[in-house]
Structure formats: C-alpha cells, structure tokens
C-alpha cells in the first residue's frame, strides 16, 4: 500500500553528527528520522528496555520504504535556512578561566558564542510503502482513533520545534525527491548527508549515505528515492 504525507513545521532543524560553535542542519529529516516519526504515529514501541543505559531499538521492527521530497507550494511562504546566534553559560571545571572573572565584575565570565541553522517554514512530502495494515495505522493515528498508549510526539528535528500540520494527500504536488548519490551521478546543488539507519550500541555501525535532490519538481518519486528500512 502506499500512502502520501504532508508534514509542516514553523521552525525545524536535523543536526547530523557534528560538535563545534557552528550547528548545521540538513534540508530535510534523514530517512531514519521520518521511520521514527510513522511508528510514533502508528503507535508502535521501537525501544527495547529504557532502564538501560543505552536504550536500544528492537530488532522486529516492520519494514517500510520511505521516500522523502520537498514541495512546491506558490501560494505558501517559502522555506528558508536562518542562522540563530547564542551565547552559552557553561560552568567551567575547575579554576578554568578564572582570570576572565576581573573583566565583568561579577557576571558569569564562562560564555562561549555559538551560531545554530533553523529551517524556517519547513514542508515535506513523505511517501511510505508498506503494508496495508501498517498504512492504516499510521492514518489512524493521525486521526486519533488508536486507543493505546503512545510515547512522547513527533517533533522536527530538535525536541522544542513541532509539526504543526501532518495530512494524507490525496492528490501530490510538484516535489523535488531527495535520492541517494550514485556513481554515475553528475554533480548537484543541495546534496546531504543522511542517516539511513542508527546503531545506538555501536555508532560505527550507524549507516550514512549522501543524497541529493532531483534537478526538477515531479509527480511521483522516482524509484530510486525509495529507502527500505530497518537496515
């Protein structure tokens, strides 16, 4: 079965794996991402124990295909990349920089600048192939007619940015598909890297590929912007 989403947030950001005064994100959620978000709507636990210190995911997961494009929406605000800039009052350790202490007679001397990527106005097209049952659980959930017991919500990226819409379509806008780089791939702007599956015990096993958007606004995703997942 295939179902269509359309999902919109005003503020949204997917940091890849990175550390340092400058926090990117990518232009959309990673396939592994989007995963998560259908089987929160779906209702369905991937957690195995949480009473360890590493909260594994389980190994019977359903299989999904996910697809993942941008939209074109004229009459909607365009989505747009913004810098934040923050300062961050770390606790130093120790005696760690007391000699800044003088300089601001009495205020918190421990504060490092940091700039952050928001999307803003964020819109994406998710396909998802699966089975019917499956499909029909995530439809349900949408709209509130599974009676059982869900953890946490769905949330864009960060865990303080929300969607604010998440519809079927029944009928698809023009989309650029985000497809994973080939080979033979000539070179395109707007490529990313995205993470297609997470290993939580062991993160060298976490597997990444790098995808790029389609040159052109089209219908129906094109067979290879289709992700198989779990991994």
Known sequence: MLVFLLLEAPFASFRPFQ????????????????????????????????????TLIRDDL???????????????????????????????VGASGKELAKKTYGNKYWIAPVRREVIVNLKLIVGVKSD???????????????????????????NNFFFDNIQVLEKLPCTRWYCPLEDNTRPNRGICRLTTWINRADNTKTQIRVFYPSDNFVLEPPESAWSK???
Do not use: M, W
């Open 19 to 54: 550390s340092g005064s400058y926090r990117s994100t990518t232009p959309v959620p990673s396939p592994s991402t989007i995963y998560g978000i259908l089987l929160n709507l779906a209702g369905i636990e991937q957690r195995t124990e949480t009473d360890k210190p590493i």
């Open 62 to 92: 359903p299989d999904i295909e996910i697809a993942i494009g941008v939209p074109h929406y004229p009459e909607k605000p365009k989505s747009e990349i913004a810098v934040l800039s923050q300062q961050l009052h770390n606790y130093p």
């Open 132 to 158: 019917k049952s499956l499909c029909d659980r995530i439809v349900q959930g949408l709209n509130g007619e599974l009676n059982e017991p869900r953890y946490g919500l769905p949330f864009a990226g960060d």
């Open 229 to 231: 997942l779990p991994h």
